[in-house]
């Protein structure tokens, strides 16, 4: 199994930035892509960005050039630096990871609420 906590959500004016970490415990040395996701109100969950093994980086068009993300080496923490924030960048953030564990689980983390204000 794979534990995700996310942090670093909170509440900022249009054109600000938040830094959104993830840190894995658990069963890391499976992870083989680590990311975030987010869903706003009334709509489907989406990609937002993720890291992949195989040295890929995948980004949704509407995060580009504004988020990025990085990791460390030991590969047990990621972080979403988001800039010039939009109001329709609100949502709740959730952490992701996929694992190479039998079944090929994902996991989740809890979600943390990022509220941009126009």
């Known amino acids: 199994q794979v534990q995700l906590v996310g942090s670093g959500g909170g509440l900022v004016q249009a054109g600000g930035t938040l830094r959104l970490s993830c840190a894995a415990s658990g069963s890391i040395f499976s992870i083989n892509a680590m990311g975030w996701y987010r869903q706003a109100p009334g709509k489907l969950r989406e990609l937002v960005a993720v890291?992949?093994?195989?040295?890929?980086?995948n980004y949704a068009d509407s995060v580009k050039g504004r988020f990025t993300i990085s990791r460390d080496n030991a590969r047990n923490t990621v972080w979403l630096q988001m800039n010039s924030l939009k109001p329709e960048d609100t949502a709740v953030y959730y952490c992701n990871a996929e694992s190479t564990l039998p079944g090929r689980p994902n996991f989740w983390g809890q979600g943390t609420q990022v509220t941009v204000s126009s």
């Open positions: 890291w992949r093994s195989d040295g890929r980086w």
